[in-house]
Structures are given as structure tokens and as C-alpha cells.
């Protein structure tokens, strides 16, 4: 057992201005007894708020043991995510973590149903991958308009669903990188998805055997549904069908 100790983040933009509104979205930590993660999905879940920078731009982590090496990740409304690594926490350490500017996305996400979809997680995963505005685990949570904002850095990008319980929600994004495919999210014009959400329904059935019609036990049933293009967006590197998860 090591005593809890803290450290602080100096937010500053590329001006060295502070950022007021940073938020920690992914935290890890390793030390002798292994390694930890709270990613974004689990600071709500596990009745943890999520540490923000103030008005002189310092934020706080939350309390870890003295000596572990912590890693994370912090996101802004109005600027790409940055990441700070290595940082060993020590009594009265401090890091100092520039921001940039980046690029907004807008989401818009229709219901067949004309309901209203909530708490979708989303998944974005930049080229490469191992970089601040890739997004694992995260919750967007559309207005009454089914709109959704946030902000990445430019770049190229290989994967962008949506996923919700009670919907299967299309298109796909999964460009293939060794075509030359790339999904492409850029400063100075509208990076702008439009999704649509379809109510999941439970089937029934039995899986046979084609010549003998016996039963099949242990087998494992993949659905799949039309991956189609937003209107107007035939541009956009799209599969013609993907699974139905």
C-alpha cells in the first residue's frame, strides 16, 4: 500500500493561454500492482465526476497511489485532444498539456421510429491509432434534434460507428486503408455524419442441417443490413452491408 497523492495539469492553448474546461476522458495508471484505467464511459458508472480545468487552466487528478506512472487523455469542446504521459505522481507534480485547435464534427441521428436515441456510444479510431483523438467507450448524447458535436483533430481516420442497445444504427464508416480509402475529417469545412437509427427487434428461429434438416446445436447466427450512404454523400468510403449488432 502507497499513500494517495495528486498531481495537477497546466491546460494552455498553442498561445500558452489557459484552457478553461479541459476534461480528463481516459486515465490509466501502472505501478508494482498493475495496471488501471478509468476510460469515459466509466466516470458516471463508477459515481466518479470526471476532473476539468479551471479558469487559470490547472486540473487536478484525482488521488493514485504515490510512485505509479499515469497516463491520459483530455478533451474540449472547441479543441482537438492531447494527450500527457509519464507523468510519476509525486507530491506537488505538475505537467503542463498544450491543446489545439482541431476539427468539429456534427452528428445527426434519425430514428425510423421518429423516437429519440440517447446515450450512444460512440467509436473513432484516428490513423494510427495510437493518438489522443482516438475514441473508445464514449458517450454522445443527442439534443431534441438528434444532434451531437465534439471536436478531433484533422486527420485521417479508419473507423467511426454508433452503437445503442436498443437500435442498430447505420452507416458504418471502415475504409480500407490498403485501397487508398480514408475517412477524412478536416479544418474549414463541415465534417458533418448523418445516422440512422433502426429499433432492434428479437427473431426466433432453428438452425438445420441442410441435407439431413436435423438441428444444429452451438452454432453462431451474424446478421447483416444494408450499410447505406447518407443522401447526398456517395463520396463517403462505405460497404454495402455490415453486421447487424
Not at 480500407?176 to 474549414?188: N, Y
Amino acid at each position: 500500500l502507497r499513500k494517495p497523492v495528486t498531481a495537477v495539469l497546466e491546460v494552455r492553448d498553442k498561445a500558452g493561454r489557459p484552457v478553461q474546461g479541459a476534461r480528463v476522458r481516459e486515465l490509466e495508471w501502472r505501478g508494482e500492482n498493475g495496471e488501471f484505467f478509468v476510460r469515459s464511459n466509466a466516470w458516471e458508472s463508477s459515481g466518479m465526476t470526471a476532473p476539468v480545468s479551471d479558469r487559470s487552466g490547472q486540473l487536478r487528478l484525482p488521488p493514485l497511489p504515490e510512485g505509479v506512472i499515469a497516463e491520459g487523455v483530455l478533451e474540449h469542446p472547441d479543441l482537438a485532444p492531447a494527450n500527457t504521459t509519464g507523468l510519476r505522481m509525486e507530491d506537488g507534480a505538475r505537467r503542463r498539456v498544450e491543446m489545439r485547435a482541431g476539427a468539429p464534427i456534427t452528428f445527426k441521428i434519425d430514428s425510423d421510429a421518429g423516437q429519440r436515441v440517447s446515450d450512444v456510444e460512440m467509436i473513432l479510431h484516428h490513423e494510427p491509432f495510437s493518438h489522443p483523438s482516438t475514441i473508445r467507450f464514449h458517450t454522445i448524447r443527442p439534443d431534441d434534434s438528434g444532434i451531437a458535436r465534439l471536436t478531433v483533430a484533422p486527420g485521417e481516420y479508419r473507423i467511426l460507428m454508433l452503437r445503442h442497445d436498443d437500435f442498430i444504427i447505420t452507416p458504418l464508416f471502415a475504409p480500407d486503408l490498403r485501397k487508398g480509402e480514408s475517412l477524412r475529417i478536416s479544418t474549414g469545412q463541415e465534417n458533418r455524419f448523418d445516422f440512422k437509427a433502426h429499433r432492434k427487434v428479437r427473431a426466433r428461429g432453428r438452425v438445420v442441417d441442410v441435407t439431413t434438416a436435423r438441428p444444429l446445436a452451438g452454432v453462431y447466427v451474424l446478421g447483416e443490413i444494408l450499410n447505406e450512404a447518407p443522401q447526398g454523400r456517395a463520396d463517403l468510403p462505405l460497404d454495402e452491408w455490415c453486421f447487424a449488432d
